[in-house]
């Protein structure tokens, strides 16, 4: 699978959140903890933009309900058997790549 370019680590200050698309599916780039991860953009609550949310104690915040998944594994807070999927992510010259399907 490839990484893509995504965005730049200027773009992604520490604990924030930032919204890309590839395609026609959105995933949620996140800055927390010192890491740069991603998640797939929807919440599988309601469908909430999760890459439009806030970094909460190193978890994505959905916009909608306020659910939160670690940014680490995609795990939800209170139930981490339910989760959004995650995705490799690589950094290179203050690029952020992103390995997409």
Known sequence: ???LK????EQLPPD????VMVGDRPYAVCHAGGAIRALGGVCIHR???LGQGQIH???VVC???LWEF???TGEYERDPTIRVP???VKVAGGDIYLQVP
């Open 47 to 49: 469908g909430g933009p």
């Open 63 to 65: 916009p909608y309900h």
């Open 57 to 59: 104690d190193g978890r």
């Open 1 to 3: 699978m490839p990484f």
């Open 86 to 88: 995650t995705f490799e």
């Open 70 to 72: 670690d940014c680490a």
């Open 16 to 19: 924030s959140v930032m919204e």
């Open 6 to 9: 995504v965005g730049t680590l």
